[in-house]
């Protein structure tokens, strides 16, 4: 994959689950790629400055998908936006980038205001036009079961928050520690969900949400960004 970067040679390469080794950091700054990494504590935020990367995500407790912590066996203080934003602004010299939980422009002025000098969106575009989001995703995303939100390592053994079903009540009945390791459970999860699909059973889903689902939209991403830059102006 590094060698693939390398090629290519994107404007922006973002690492989550930690930091990679100095000399991959190095290779890619090198090629003139703008590194991000995601942090979920103020520790991680340093030791993502130390290593010369160009800007953290501060990511917190709130966000959908899969939490970006360093080690998921460590004690997780479970920081939530407003909060790991300010600690991280005020901890490291490197720009901040602030996300979970970020729906629309209000939330994005709210994060500059605390100092951030973006916000990372992903569940506001879920619903897009160009997401690969099936439709069992997108009828549970605009559904009374997207204001119940989980954090759960069922599925790849990480934490990960989702829309709570059939899939989480499964996890939450195992012992915690007999989920296998990625991607062995996750690649069973998803032929799970693809059998149960196919009998019309969509509650095995890994419905990746944050806990502003309920606000998600749909319309084409373009759209959206538009109307994320006229709330913003408007906050
Ligand atoms: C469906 C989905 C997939 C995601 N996949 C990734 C990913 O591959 N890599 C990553 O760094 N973050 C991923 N994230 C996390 C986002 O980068 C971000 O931290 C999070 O979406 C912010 O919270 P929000 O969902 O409440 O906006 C994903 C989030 C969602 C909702």
Not at 200 to 206: H, I, Q, V
């Given at each position: 994959m590094l060698r693939m970067l390398l090629e290519e040679r994107p404007a922006v390469v973002s690492f989550h689950f930690g930091l990679p080794a100095a000399d991959r950091i190095g290779a890619l700054r090198g090629a003139g790629v703008f590194l991000l990494a995601t942090a979920t504590n103020l520790s991680e935020a340093r030791a993502i400055a130390a290593a010369r990367i160009d800007g953290v995500v501060a990511q917190g407790f709130e966000a959908g998908g899969h939490r970006g912590c360093f080690d998921p066996a460590a004690p997780d203080d479970a920081l939530r936006t407003m909060a790991l934003t300010r600690l991280v602004v005020c901890g490291v010299t490197i720009p901040v980038i602030a996300a979970g939980g970020i729906m629309d422009g209000a939330g994005i002025a709210a994060c500059l205001r605390l100092g951030a000098g973006a916000a990372q969106l992903g569940t506001a575009f879920v619903a897009c036009d160009e997401s690969g989001a099936d439709a069992g995703y997108r009828s549970a995303l605009f559904g009374e079961e997207s204001r119940h939100t989980v954090m759960t390592t069922a599925i790849s053994g990480r934490p990960a928050r989702r829309i709570a079903n059939h899939f989480t009540a499964l996890g939450d009945s195992l012992d915690a520690g007999t989920v296998p390791s990625y991607p062995v459970a996750y690649d069973a999860g998803k032929a799970l969900h693809l059998a149960a699909k196919e009998t019309?059973?969509?509650?095995?889903?890994?419905y990746w949400v944050g806990q502003g689902a309920p606000l998600a939209r749909s319309m084409s991403a373009a759209a959206l960004v538009a109307e994320l830059r006229f709330e913003m102006a408007i906050a």
């Open positions: 019309g059973e969509t509650g095995f889903g890994a």
